[in-house]
């Protein structure tokens, strides 16, 4: 069985999902809060407060797998984050995340199309939610991948979806980006 680590893992949804699919699986999230609904919500997974800011309470090449759903464009900063994801994955193992797509996210829209600024320059953007404020760090695509590859990582693949489709009937803007890299 595969060994994963659901790295802000939020309410708990995909790690009970990869717990129902024959994974070992345990979600961790800086967020006490989360990690209380993701206790209610799915009692019989494994649950940690972890601030993925600093070491983290798991062995050397425990898991084959850490999976990042939408939680690097929040933390700043990735340094140590990507760090320990290495020391905590196996040899050959992966390390899949997604972001929201750097390039599209905070750009205007116009009646014809797209227009794009700042892409390159990096930016902290405060935004309202139904929780209270959240902190966004804006950084390039080239950022991620040389901060991620710098720590030993080789990017396997990358994916990028075209959910706007549904949203804004602009099948040819990608809303997020997919990214999976191994370790060596």
């Known amino acids: 069985m595969l060994k994963i680590l659901d790295a802000g893992c939020g309410?708990?949804?995909?790690?009970?999902?990869?717990t129902?699919?024959?994974?070992?699986?345990?979600?961790?999230?800086?967020?006490s809060e989360m990690i209380k609904i993701a206790k209610t919500t799915y009692p019989l997974n494994q649950f940690d407060v972890v601030d993925l800011l600093d070491h983290m309470p798991y062995e050397n090449d425990e898991f084959v797998i850490v999976f990042c759903n939408l939680v690097?464009?929040?933390?700043?900063?990735?340094?140590?984050?990507i760090s320990e994801f290495y020391r905590i994955i196996k040899n050959g193992g992966s390390?899949?995340?997604s972001i929201l797509h750097p390039a599209f996210y905070r750009a205007v829209w116009e009646n014809d199309g797209k227009k794009i600024k700042n892409y390159i320059k990096p930016l902290v953007?405060?935004?309202k939610a139904p929780w209270g404020v959240t902190v966004h760090y804006h950084r390039s695509i080239s950022?991620?991948?040389n901060k991620i590859s710098?720590?030993?990582?080789?990017?396997?693949?990358?994916?990028?979806p075209n959910e706007r489709e549904r949203m804004e009937n602009r099948p040819d803007i990608?809303?997020?980006l997919f990214v999976e890299y191994k370790k060596n």
């Open 150 to 160: 710098d720590k030993g990582f080789s990017l396997t693949k990358m994916f990028e």
């Open 95 to 97: 390390f899949f995340f």
């Open 11 to 18: 309410s708990g949804i995909y790690t009970d999902l990869f």
């Open 125 to 127: 953007i405060e935004q």
């Open 174 to 176: 990608p809303l997020f």
């Open 20 to 31: 129902n699919n024959g994974g070992i699986v345990i979600g961790c999230d800086g967020s």
């Open 143 to 145: 950022y991620y991948f």
């Open 72 to 81: 690097l464009m929040d933390i700043d900063p990735i340094d140590s984050t």
